[in-house]
């Protein structure tokens, strides 16, 4: 079946960058775009930006502009997210989610807890 | 671009109904039909439960209906189960290849 298994935890000091990936299987990866998206602790979902995995096309969120890459590898059905000058706030699960052309996400990934703190 | 707006929180009765709304603006919610909405358990990863404003994915029991009038959004569960109690969040298409989300509103059956 379709799933996504994402990287394990992470722990970064302020201004840090991390880098969180998602392992796809199940379906053909270049014929989905992917979403990223986060959660802090108690708090909303938020949408951080898609890459569009059968051309590398990009779109962020005004929020992240700047501060986030999100990238593929094909050859390893693997997205990433990289989140640099990482806060405290930026504490939160990422999670990946596969897009469906009526924009919602239909799969989403086991999402990654990133923890940021000195 | 900022967040949709829902209740904190809902709640019913076993068998009830409930209705959590999703506000937005006529560059969201209000310009596309393009709303969908999400189940959340605590500790798991969001499932979608409506999309396109009313449609069901395969599986998702007929209880949960969507709606739109205008810039809002309603979620309707009927015929409430314990294990319906979960928070859900809303989400829209809001232009530019752009998506933004609710603040989600937690649902307590009683």
């Known amino acids: 079946q379709v799933q996504f298994v994402q990287s394990g935890a992470e722990v970064k000091k302020p201004g840090a960058s991390v880098k969180v990936s998602c392992k796809a299987s199940g379906y053909t990866f270049t014929d989905y775009t992917i979403h990223w998206v986060r959660q802090a602790p108690g708090q909303r979902l938020e949408w951080m930006g898609w890459?569009?995995?059968?051309?590398?096309?990009?779109k962020y969120s005004q929020n992240f502009q700047g501060r986030v890459t999100i990238t593929r590898d094909t050859s390893a059905s693997t997205a990433y997210m990289e989140l640099s000058s990482l806060r405290s706030e930026d504490t939160a699960v990422y999670y990946c989610?596969?897009?469906?052309?009526?924009?919602?996400?239909?799969?989403w990934g086991t999402g990654t807890t990133v923890t940021v703190s000195s | 671009q900022s967040a949709l707006t829902q209740p904190p929180s809902a709640s019913g009765s076993p068998g009830q109904s409930v209705t959590i709304s999703c506000t937005g603006t006529?560059?969201?919610?209000?310009?596309?039909?393009?709303v969908s909405w999400y189940q959340q358990h605590p500790g798991k990863a969001p499932k979608v439960m409506i999309y396109e404003v009313s449609k069901r994915p395969s599986g998702v029991p007929d209880r949960f209906s969507g709606s739109k009038s205008g810039n809002t959004a309603s979620l309707t569960v009927s015929g409430l189960q314990a294990e319906d109690e979960a928070d859900y969040h809303c989400s829209s298409y809001a232009g530019s290849n752009n998506l933004v989300f609710g603040g989600g509103t937690k649902l307590t059956v009683l």
């Open positions: 890459i569009n995995v059968g051309n590398g096309n990009t």
């Open positions: 006529s560059s969201d919610v209000g310009g596309y039909n393009y």
């Open positions: 989610a596969r897009h469906r052309g009526s924009e919602y996400m239909d799969v």
